[in-house]
């Protein structure tokens, strides 16, 4: 039993953890991992001091502001201050041009005349626009034409402006021109001193007589015809039995029993009984065509004297553009101006 070696007992060996050494280590590199965060604020420093004098710059801005508050305050009071923006005085300079008073229609044609221009062109130099030479130059043509303009004026100082230039463009000689003008604008006197005055008077007249298909005796030059009117055109009558009948023929129209009743009483002018007056055409050329002066004399008696020599002397009734009416109610006498040599308003009568 004793030669029996002794069991050794096992060798327990401790081995530590080598996590106590490691966890040991890692707080000396920790420890500088800080430091570099350190610097890192400090380059983070300087940039609030660049930011620093950026600010400064800023502080005069606000007295730059406080003048600005200045323009605000013309708002209020006079505005001196917003006369001073004008840069080197070249607005200044051109405001009394367009203040100054417009040329007058005399000096417009002395200049006119004296450049031989158009009014419109010498208005636009006095105006401060194109002058007159220039206009000339570069309308020599046109030029030219105004220059015979106003040779012809001077050949003739009866002739006006626009009077010399239909001449120039008519090919017609002064005296010739001004024949025509005068019977142009006798026309045109003619359709005004008609369209003044109105044509209901008239024109009921004419339709109670056509609706009524009364008897009615017309009146001519040399005869009288006893006929029924059916229709009025712009320049005839039309009648059941005549036909057409151009206006200018007629002289009276009446209602056959009131002109057998009044002819008794009507008297005659020799001279044109024997030999009537000519019917005229031209309307500006007739004795009468304005109607207007008949208009004031409505109501009172006229004396007419015709141009187949009957005398009438009948209280007017109404005045229309062509025609007068005589006589009483039911019992009127139609006569047309043209028909009509002389009249007179009847003595006694007011």
Known sequence: MSDKKPRRSPQIEVIRRPSVPSAAKPPHPVIP???????????????????????????????????????????????PQTVKPSFAGSHPARRPRSSRAPPTEDQINALAKREHVPARIARGELEGKMKARIWRKL??????????????????????????????QSGMSPAEFLVRKAK????????????????????????VLIEQGAELSVVLAEQTLQDVLQSVERVAFEFKQSGR????????????????????S???????????????????RRAFTDPRPFAEHV???????????????????AVGPFDLVLGGANSELLVPLHAIVRWTPAAGSN
């Open 33 to 79: 991992t800080p430091q570099p965060v350190n610097p890192t604020p400090q380059p983070v420093i300087p940039t609030p001091q660049a930011v620093v004098p950026t600010l400064q710059p800023v502080v005069p801005t606000p007295h730059a502001v406080v003048p600005t508050l200045h323009p605000t305050a013309h708002h209020v009071g006079p505005t």
């Open 139 to 168: 309308h020599a043509e046109e030029a030219k034409r105004f220059d015979q303009v106003y040779e012809l004026m001077q050949q003739n100082p009866t002739l006006g402006f626009e009077d010399a230039f239909g001449v120039l």
């Open 184 to 207: 142009s604008q006798k026309k045109v006197a003619v359709k005004q001193a008609r369209s003044a005055v109105p044509g209901d008077a008239v024109n009921s007249l004419l339709e």
């Open 245 to 264: 009948l151009e206006k200018l023929q007629v002289i009276l129209l009446a209602r056959q029993e009131v002109w057998e009743r009044i002819f008794s």
């Open 266 to 284: 009507v008297h005659h002018d020799p001279q044109l009984a024997r030999d009537p007056a000519p019917i005229i055409r031209q309307p500006e």
């Open 299 to 317: 109501g009172h008696s006229i004396e007419l004297v015709l141009r187949n020599g009957l005398t009438l002397k009948q209280v007017l009734r």
